[in-house]
């Protein structure tokens, strides 16, 4: 057995540009350790197939590219993170995603434990490949990439249609990438001088970025420095 038995919730957050491969990752990791993986880009992309005037308005934000506003998404993930099923940790994939976020995430982490930051780190230039290339299945919302020229159309999870995200345009994918230079990407520096934050090589195949991201938290959660910020508080 490895170390993610040995204490407390793991409490990680996946940092990374659009398309470096945080929704694959997250969704592995949470699976494997039976803990929610709470996507905000999932969130708002739910409340866009709504008719709520909420879920009409972020649909137009996230198809020009930009953000939604930080009361929002705290009030969202606020709310998340209070539910049951969080309580043995969590997995954030999209989120923080500006310094004021990390700053109120850090605010409602003060009973929970610490967190454990990954930086999934691609280059800019393989971005904007790497997102023209993707495809989601309408029906299951697995992504997948597609080589050049392929002329696939359908998930190899469940057989839906493969559709490109309306924010995968070109000119979409530009703007998401410059507003993560400047408001996603200090985050980095945010996290960066914690015991608990880890950098990763996200230009490998999935497998190997996998394989890194796990011996990164294995490593953090085997750092006594992580486990005294109060994660093996005795319970009960
Ligand atoms: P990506 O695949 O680029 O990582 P996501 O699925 O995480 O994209 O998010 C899609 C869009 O949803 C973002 O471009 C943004 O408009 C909106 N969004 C998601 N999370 C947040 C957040 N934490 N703060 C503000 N906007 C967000
Ligand atoms: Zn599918």
Redesign the pocket.
Known sequence: MTSEVTRGPINLVVL?????G??TQAVEFARRHGIPKI???????DAAQSETDLGQR?KV??D???????KL?IAI?RERLTRRDAERGFVL??????VA?AIALDELMTDQGPLTVVDIAVPDDALVER?AR?RVCGQCGNATSVAAGESRNRCEKCGGELVL?S?DTESTVRE?LR??AEATKPLVGYYSSRPTFRAVDGQQSPAAVWAALNNAVDEMRATPSAADCGSERTVG
């Open positions: 990374g540009p659009p398309g470096a945080k929704g996507s905000t880009g999932d969130i708002l992309r972020a934000t996230m020009a590219g930009g953000l939604v506003d930080d998404m993930v994939d999209g989120f923080p995603r500006t976020q997102l993707r995200r924010d998401r507003v993560y």
